[in-house]
Structures are given as structure tokens and as C-alpha cells.
């Protein structure tokens, strides 16, 4: 299957598509929040989205972001995270502006294959992909909600503690902490 956006392309723009959607500070948040979820699922907020919605979002995701030698977009919990950012940080517009999208979404792979789009695979899938990849009407439902998707994937996944370590080998605290160092004598900046 030939993705439409190669991982070389959407690490170049990750970082400048991280920045728009969330403060570093609300992804980390999210992360926790959706972490704590994992291990605790009596704790879990009630699902904005219906069960159809969640496994489009699914296809979505790993469609955007697919395991090759580097976890997907699934493997490092883009859902869950996605699921703090929908309950916590979207307006009720935004939620419904999501919803809505998901809906044009699986009304577009119904449509053009006549099956749900998180069943579908091999060249349907494909054909489905590039549609909403490259919508001939960028205002059209479908077109604006795998934007959105495609924001919250981009960014939930290069937020992750997982992909910031082992993919982006980002060195959060770079250097090493040395309690003995020696420090040159101060002055208080006169010279002697």
C-alpha cells in the first residue's frame, strides 16, 4: 500500500505542526492523564466518540502514522492521548467538529467502497486514503476532519515520551549533573 505522506516528509514538519495544536506543557498533561487511564481503567472518562467513530480514528491513525521500523501511531497510544485532548482541552464545538468529521469520514469510505472504513484494506483502502488525502473540495466535511485527525496524530505522536525517546532520541535533560565541579572564581566581574 503506498502511503501518501512518506515519514521522511512528516518529520520535517512535526515540529512545526507540534507547535500549533498544544502547549508542550497541555501534550505533556494529556500524556500523563492518558497513562494513568491505561493503568487504572475504573478511571477512564466516559467516550466522547461512538464505537464507530473510535475505530475509523483507529484506521485513521494507523494509516498516517503505520508500525515499519519505528512504532506506529497505535504502539505509542495516540487514542488514549487523543481521548484526554477530545474530554479535557476541546470545546464542545471542537468535539462536534471532530465528531462530524469522523462521521463525513466513514460516510466517504462508505461511499466510495461500501464498507466501513476500518474494515477496509489493500487497494479500496488506498483509493479511500488518497481521497481524503487529496479532497478535491478542501472545505468538504470528510476533508476537514482528516485534517484535524491528521493534526492530532502528527502531534500526540511526536509528543510521546516513547517516539521523543527512542525515534527522535531527544535528550530532555542534555549533559549530566556533576555536584564536585570545579567553578571558576568570580569577582563579581572586576578585574583584578
Not at 48 to 73: E, F, G, M, V, Y
Not at 167 to 173: E, S
Request: contains cysteine; neutral net charge.
Amino acid at each position: 500500500m503506498q502511503i501518501c505522506m512518506q515519514r521522511r516528509e512528516l518529520l520535517k514538519i512535526a515540529a512545526a505542526a507540534a507547535a500549533l495544536t498544544l502547549l508542550p506543557g497541555e501534550a505533556r498533561a494529556a500524556w500523563s492523564k492518558a497513562a494513568m487511564s491505561a493503568r487504572a481503567p475504573d478511571a477512564r472518562q466516559p467516550a466522547t466518540l461512538t464505537a464507530i467513530q473510535r475505530a475509523t480514528l483507529a484506521a485513521l491513525a494507523d494509516a498516517i502514522i503505520p508500525r515499519t521500523d519505528t512504532p506506529s501511531a497505535i504502539d505509542v497510544g495516540v487514542l488514549a492521548w487523543i481521548d484526554v485532548i477530545v474530554a479535557d482541552y476541546y470545546t464542545d464545538a471542537d468535539r462536534r467538529a471532530l465528531s462530524t468529521g469522523l462521521d463525513a469520514i466513514e460516510a466517504q469510505a462508505q461511499a466510495i467502497s461500501g464498507q466501513s472504513l476500518s474494515v477496509l484494506t489493500g487497494d479500496t483502502f488506498t483509493l479511500v486514503m488518497n481521497a481524503l488525502d487529496t479532497p478535491y473540495d478542501r472545505n468538504a466535511p470528510a476533508a476537514r476532519g482528516y485534517s484535524r485527525v491528521k493534526g492530532l496524530v502528527v502531534h500526540g505522536y511526536f509528543t510521546s515520551e516513547r517516539v521523543q525517546r527512542d525515534v527522535l532520541k531527544t535528550d530532555i535533560m542534555p549533559g549530566r549533573f556533576d555536584g564536585a565541579a570545579n567553578m571558576p572564581a568570580r569577582n563579581g566581574g572586576r578585574d583584578e
